[in-house]
């Protein structure tokens, strides 16, 4: 198997090298031109839908017809987990045509292909600038390709040898095609209709040839290049090699005990030796722990048990102030502890063991600090309704929990920083998966809708895409018992009128009928498709929606 380009070094190339030549296996010569035709089919003025699925579904089987039985890939665990991932986003991709699922699948493609071209790799970012740099890195090497060969003129020569032994045959083969559809009417008639088939062919391909179109054709050759033919870059595998899981003692860093004289004064800064970097820590991690036992008991006492805001109570600048602040200071206690458990702190024997319980303390008032934050955006979605920064939110408070979880195992097992990042990096991906897998609008729009929410951001519910149509419609009834708003751009809410809420509604699901009665075959989504027969079985059964 070849399917690189054997001119890549330990680091990335120097930018005044020559063009790489790329040495293209069979399949690749055969799947490039039918990966770009593929994509031009399938993307050329469509939405990411079911073509993001064949696509992807392509583009997985070519690499990995591509490779040996017993390849080293796949003992990779990174390699399976984010090539299930990327086949699963895809699905999503055609099932719900959601924004966060096509994300996950661009995203998750890219990393797959970084573990593919180098399976050593542990940081999710790291296959991804891999991807990215051999992308970069075969570019110049597809431009070779289109470039004329070395003996054109040979070549030509050659050509219009074989061309004049075919022309007595090509002659007599007119000659006869000629005379058969002088002697047969069946014969000339099927002639007529394969010209006027070709003909029309040709007049759709140059109606549908222009510049536009040829720049589109030209990115999808790239991008399935790019997919197809890796280019070994060992940059991050070189970085990631001198990096290890856990800490050792480093003994050229800490500094000397010895006793100076008392006139010594250092011309310079001269970093704090081991002991007194225990003492600094010490204090500094015994005072913010009192200070953030008072926030938290003011926050248990305050927000825990029986919250319920005042009338004039500003719940948006409790919530929004409040939870950027709360957020911030947990991710600054995390980088407290980072830095005194960086180097040789982990192995002070003497005062270790004091250090650790104040640091696992710390951590765990921090996660009790990250409760207050989940509860403060509670009970704003109790009283305001969900929205996309409020599920998100929850997604980063996800990621805060394993992220102290870390910190301990930081604490305890000596974890390195650069165990941190990779534990992290691998929960933020499967966080990503895991809400492309999500039908965030339908739910937003259940929970929003439900009778208990008076107030409603009914703007916010027309401006989500077409599956939550009928939801609004199975509750537009309900439409004149609520006060309904809506949040403008700069801010400010404005008051909806019902009447006009529900004119607005009938015209959304009338724009649907015909976008999705002119969409193609490539734009379809399951979650579409469904939308659309709730709409029409309402309408046949003589529901409120029928005009």
């Known amino acids: 198997m070849n399917h690189s380009i054997p001119v890549a070094g330990s680091r990335f190339a120097p930018t005044d ?9 069979t399949i690749q010569k055969v ?31 070519v690499v990995l017809a591509q490779l040996p039985r017993h390849a080293l890939q796949w003992r990779s665990g990174y390699f399976r987990l984010t090539l299930a991932g990327t086949v699963l986003s895809a699905a999503m991709v055609a099932w719900y045509g959601s924004g966060a699922a096509l994300l996950a699948c661009v995203a998750s493609l890219a990393v797959w292909l970084g573990y593919l071209n180098q399976p050593h790799l542990k940081l999710v970012s790291n296959a991804l600038f891999t991807a990215i740099g051999s992308a970069w890195q075969m570019l110049p090497g597809l431009v070779s390709l289109v470039r004329l060969p070395d003996n054109v003129g040979g070549r030509v020569g050659r050509a219009w040898f074989y061309g004049r032994l075919l022309g007595v045959p090509l002659l007599a083969l007119g000659v006869f095609h000629v005379l058969f559809l002088i002697a047969n009417p069946v ?43 890796l280019v ?24 000397s005990f010895a006793v100076r004289r008392p006139d010594f004064r250092p011309r310079n800064f001269r970093a704090l030796d081991l002991r007194k970097e225990y003492l600094m820590a010490l204090s500094l991690l015994g005072l913010v722990n009192v200070l953030l036992l008072v926030v938290n008991v003011i926050d248990i006492n305050w927000i825990w048990f029986g919250f319920k805001p005042a009338p004039n109570f500003d719940l948006t600048q409790f919530v929004h102030e409040g939870t950027y602040v709360l957020i911030l200071s947990i991710l600054v206690a995390m980088g407290i502890v980072l830095w005194f458990f960086r180097r040789n702190l982990n192995f002070y024997e003497r005062g ?34 969900l929205a996309y920064k409020r599920i998100g939110v929850y997604g980063f408070l996800l990621l805060t929990f394993f992220g102290l979880v870390t910190v301990l195992l930081k604490i305890w097992q000596h974890r390195s920083a ?15 998966v895991g809400l492309a897998c999500g039908n965030w609008e339908i739910w937003i729009a259940r929970y929003n809708l439900r009778p208990e929410l008076q107030t409603l951001d009914y703007g916010f519910l027309l401006d989500m895409p077409d599956r939550v149509l009928p939801e609004l419609a199975a509750h537009q009834q309900a439409l004149t018992q609520r006060h309904l708003v809506h949040e403008s751009y700069s801010g400010t809410w404005e008051k909806l009128d019902p009447t006009a809420a529900k004119r607005r509604l009938q015209e959304r699901i009338q724009e649907f009928k015909a976008l999705q009665a002119a969409r193609h075959w490539p734009s379809y989504t399951y979650a579409d498709w469904q939308a659309a027969a709730q709409v029409n079985k309402r309408m046949n059964e003589g529901s409120p929606l029928r005009q």
């Open 418 to 432: 650069f165990s941190l990042v990779r534990l992290n990096a691998l929960a933020a991906y499967l966080l990503m």
């Open 31 to 61: 799947a490039l031109p039918v990966g770009a035709i593929l994509f031009d089919l399938l993307f050329w003025h469509e939405r990411a839908a079911l073509n993001m699925l064949l696509y992807t579904l392509f583009v997985v089987g």
């Open 17 to 25: 090298a020559p063009t790489p030549q790329l040495t293209l296996s």
């Open 232 to 255: 070994p870059v060992h940059y991050f595998t070189d970085q990631e090699s001198r990096l290890g899981e856990f800490i050792t003692r480093q003994r050229d860093r800490v500094a």
């Open 187 to 229: 014969y000339s008639q099927l002639t007529s209709r394969a010209l006027a088939a070709v003909g029309e062919w040709l007049e759709m391909l140059f109606e549908n040839l222009s510049v536009p179109h040829l720049l589109f054709f030209l990115l999808g050759l790239a991008l399935t290049g790019a997919a197809l033919v």
């Open 352 to 385: 270790l063991p004091v250090l650790r319980g104040l640091a696992t303390v710390w951590v765990l008032q921090n996660a009790v600090l990250a409760v207050s934050v989940g509860l403060r955006n509670y009970y704003y979605i109790v009283n305001t309704g």
